[in-house]
């Protein structure tokens, strides 16, 4: 159990830290200009490929803010090219578990952007992902380009 419990907590952080990855930039049309970026942005949808149940209530959604009632994220972009996120939920997504866990979950790092591709440093690790701005809403999906065969769930954010 011990060995599980720490394998489920070693994917959360790298789902939340650096799991937003998207091969799908087809709403904005071109490329995302940093000043698009820059500023604070809140999870507005949390929407999974699937149908998931992990409040185990007997009925799945593929709103996972009907599931979960701790699912809040803030992410903020700064001009000067740094960036930090404040979340209270973390996904888990192996194959014998699913499901949305409640903790105090806070990174930050550098970020750049190159047309519709951001990159993300965060503790050394560098992960570039494919996001979609469409007015003031950004989106991308969580879990891609992790390596695991799971679900999409795809966050969107409203600038604050």
Request: proline share 1%; net charge negative; aromatic share 8%.
């Amino acid at each position: 159990m011990f060995s599980k419990a720490l394998r489920l907590f070693v994917l959360v952080t790298l789902v939340f830290t650096f799991g937003c990855s998207s091969d799908d930039d087809s709403s904005t049309g071109g490329s995302i200009e940093e000043a698009d970026l820059i500023g604070t942005w809140n999870i507005v949808t949390l929407v999974s490929e699937l149908p998931l149940d992990v409040d185990e209530d007997g009925t799945a959604s593929e709103n996972l803010h009907t599931e979960s009632d701790c699912v809040v994220e803030q992410l903020i972009f700064n001009a000067d090219g740094t960036w930090s996120g404040d979340s209270e939920y973390a996904l888990e997504f192996l194959t014998e578990l699913q499901g949305v866990l409640c903790f105090d979950n806070s990174r930050n790092g550098t970020w750049t952007l190159d047309g519709n591709a951001l990159s993300l440093v965060a503790s050394g690790v560098d992960r570039t992902v494919s996001i979609s701005l469409s007015a003031d809403t950004l989106s991308f999906n969580l879990l891609g380009g992790l390596g695991f065969d799971t679900t999409v769930v795809i966050g969107s954010y409203s600038k604050q």
